[in-house]
């Protein structure tokens, strides 16, 4: 099973500011990578998906990037809709699809 | 739209079976790959399984495999979850999810909570 290692655990960050969260990958899933937003009491909505490419509507200020075993999501300027949990997720070893345990982002 | 909506929240004692349902719309549901990942109380994301409805092809991961069983009804673009044994363990929300062309989840239902409780 691949074993997908989100850090940090959470992230504190200032409405405006960026945010870059980490997701490692045990092994290389080339960029078979997605990224998830989940906000408290909903369900999880796709941001990103190969890596790089927003999912539809999702704005620009998201933005992946990685392949292998390392990859990043960027949010370039935080709104306040934007403190949530990130999940990133890897489908390399379909089907054995595995999320990582998730990053929090909360307001500072 | 697509569209995946799923049932309400149930509420079993251990020991009870449970069939939980999902029903797509907006696209062709023979076409497309069916999931559902867990969520327990203030936890992570878990795949538990996929279903293809076009001819029933179900895979399911290690940690899920005999524990529960998905199936579908492509006459009603349904999706199922099941278990014929609850424990107290299965409390969790239940999301129903499409699958992308290479294994995202690109649509979500709305989940369904589960709770097991004596």
Known sequence: EIVMTQSPATLSVSPGERATLSCRASQSVSSNLAWYQQKPGQAPRLLIYGASTRATGIPARFSGSGSGTEFTLTISSLQSEDFAVYYCQQYNNWPALTFGGGTKVEIK | ?118
Do not use: H, N
């Not at chain 2, 076409?31 to 867990?38: D, L, P, Q, T």
């Not at chain 2, 936890?43 to 279903?51: A, N, P, S, T």
């Open chain 2, 1 to 118: 739209e697509v569209q995946l909506v799923q049932s309400g929240a149930e509420v079993k004692k251990p020991g009870e079976s449970l069939k939980i349902s999902c029903k797509g719309s907006g696209y062709s549901f023979t076409s497309y790959w069916i999931g559902w990942v867990r969520q327990m109380p203030g936890k992570g994301l878990e795949w538990m399984g996929i279903i293809y409805p076009g001819d029933s092809d179900t895979r399911y991961s290690p940690s899920f495999q005999g524990q529960v069983t998905i199936s579908a009804d492509k006459s009603i673009s349904t999706a199922y979850l099941q278990w014929s044994s609850l424990k107290a363990s299965d409390t969790a929300m239940y999301y129903c999810v499409r699958l992308g062309s290479s294994g995202w989840f690109d649509y979500w239902g709305q989940g369904t909570l589960v709770t097991v409780s004596s």
